[in-house]
């Protein structure tokens, strides 16, 4: 099945400072998500992207298919950008498959 | 909407017994996932139906887990027995039409513990 890589694992940060996330996958994909999963477990879609760029607010995505990656910028983090992000893709068999994540800790 | 009902949120029950999640997925969609979250396994597709079919039940692991999707709006997962090794967070998702390309919308999880 199709493999997904996220990097880096763990990250901490300052309140203010900027982040990159990146999600490599090793085959096509039809559908491409960054999930925020927060402290309480929650699991918040964030941005449906298969391709392109998007843009909400303090974070914006983008997603190059034809190189198989997607990367996941946070600019000025504040403490509640704490938790888990999730790259999720789905591949011809329509399964989601999730990468790892990235643990974010957004200090004060 | 509501979104993506599950229930019970948590749940501790000894070992043997058996453990039935419920889920209601968001309203006009299609497709119904359940996933399961642990430390070691990350987050695990484990069943998904389509129009209350199930089409790939690959990832249950192994007999004692049985899922169903009586109708559009209901489906259940049931562990029975339970084992300690279940213990997860069991996670219930729905999308709009079973085709590439749609948004996966998640319900806030069942924690599941067995003693």
């Known amino acids: 099945g199709i493999q997904v890589e996220q990097s880096p694992p763990d990250l901490i940060l300052q309140e203010g400072a900027n982040s990159t996330l990146r999600c490599n996958f090793s085959?096509?994909?039809?559908?491409l998500q960054w999930f925020h999963q927060n402290p309480w477990g929650q699991l918040i879609n964030l941005f449906y992207?298969?391709?392109g760029t998007k843009q909400n607010g303090r974070l914006s995505a983008t997603t190059v298919a034809t190189e198989r990656y997607s990367l996941l910028y946070i600019s000025s983090s504040q403490t509640t950008d704490s938790g888990v992000y999730f790259c999720a893709v789905e591949g011809s068999n329509y399964k989601l498959t999730f990468g790892k994540g990235t643990l974010l800790t957004v200090n004060p | 909407d509501a979104g993506v009902i599950q229930s019970p949120r948590h749940e501790v029950t000894e070992m043997g017994q058996e453990v039935t999640l419920r889920c209601k997925p968001i309203s006009g969609h299609n497709s119904l996932f359940w996933y399961r979250q642990t430390m070691m396994r990350g987050l695990e597709l484990l069943i998904y139906?389509?129009?209350?079919?199930?089409?790939?039940d690959s990832g249950m692991p192994e007999d004692r887990f049985s899922a169903k999707m009586p109708n559009a709006s209901f489906s259940t997962l049931k562990i029975q027995p339970s084992e300690p090794r279940d213990s997860a967070v069991y996670f219930c998702a729905s999308s709009l039409r079973w085709r590439p390309g749609n948004t996966i919308y998640f319900g806030e999880g069942s924690w599941l513990t067995v003693v």
């Open positions: 139906f389509n129009n209350n079919v199930p089409i790939d």
């Open positions: 992207i298969p391709s």
């Open positions: 085959d096509s994909v039809n559908n």
